[in-house]
């Protein structure tokens, strides 16, 4: 139900919802099913927490375009440790110029003491 309630949130079509109950659930659904469902999760008004709305933000990342790669790996305890986006646009111009690739990362600069790494990509005209 959550997996419903963060599509929901994130405006996925009902369609797209239909077709993820019936490939991950025993339940047998049928369009007005999803509408009724849809309805009241909408009318509950639930306010998500960071972690669905950090999800959120990373499912209509994904979703705005085939390309676009959004991912979270954890470390060892189950802690998020890696966040990385890469547009489609990005992954573009990596697999069009490979070699010509400038990573600049920083370290525990912030106030979260996270790493941030950047990759930027240029071609011979200056576009990047």
Do not use: W
Not at 64 to 69: I, L, S, T
Not at 81 to 98: D, G, I, N, Q, T
């Amino acid at each position: 139900m959550k997996d419903v309630e963060l599509m929901v949130a994130s405006g996925s079509r009902s369609s797209r919802i239909y077709h993820y109950i019936r490939e991950n659930s025993p339940h047998r659904v049928e369009m007005r099913d999803v509408y009724n469902l849809v309805a009241k999760i909408k009318k509950s008004g639930n306010k998500l927490t960071d972690e669905d709305q950090v999800a959120e933000l990373l499912v209509k990342f994904n979703m705005r375009a085939d390309g676009n790669v959004a991912r979270i790996d954890e470390n060892s305890r189950g802690q998020t440790a890696v966040v990385s986006l890469s547009s489609e646009h990005m992954r573009k111009l990596y697999h069009r110029f490979p070699e010509l690739v400038l990573i600049d990362c920083t370290h525990k600069t912030n106030r979260y003491n996270y790493q941030l790494c950047t990759l930027v990509v240029m071609d011979q005209f200056g576009n990047g």
